[in-house]
């Protein structure tokens, strides 16, 4: 496999996006939502294999005091080569130069990758507090 993967901070396309949600186990989101939802985003990293997308992370939020941090995918073909930790760095370095002292980082972790998630300071929450969520 080629392990000469491009990174780039271009917003990938809303159709492409969605192939990898779905070949990476999340969830198909609308292409129109898709869209704007690129759109808006904070800070994008993308990973490509020539042209293909092939892994990418992305941060949402308020740009002041609340971050979130998502869509971190990697297809199965190139998982277990360190590009999900590629896309966390990236993310991370873009935290720690670019936001205000005290703003509140956080993310959903799916089993086994909280373990990567730990690696770049998370914890758990609970049981102070914990995740919830409503879809539309």
Not at 4 to 26: F, K, M, W
Not at 34 to 58: A, Q, Y
Request: proline share 4%; glycine share 8%.
């Amino acid at each position: 496999m080629n392990m000469d993967i491009a990174v780039s901070y271009e917003i990938p396309d809303a159709q492409e996006y969605n192939n990898l949600r779905i070949i990476s186990g999340l969830s198909p989101k609308d292409e129109v939502g898709s869209e704007v939802g690129l759109k808006n985003s904070i800070f994008i990293v993308t990973l490509r294999d020539s042209e293909k997308l092939i892994g990418m992370g992305r941060i949402i939020g308020d740009k002041g005091c609340f971050y979130h941090i998502v869509d971190i995918a990697v297809a199965p073909s190139y998982q277990g080569n360190g590009l999900g930790k590629r896309i966390m760095s990236e993310i991370d370095t873009y935290l720690k130069n670019n936001i205000p002292k005290n703003s509140y980082v956080s993310l959903i972790a799916d089993i086994p990758a909280d373990e990567l998630y730990k690696k770049f300071g998370f914890e758990y929450s609970a049981p102070k507090s914990v995740g919830m969520m409503r879809k539309i």
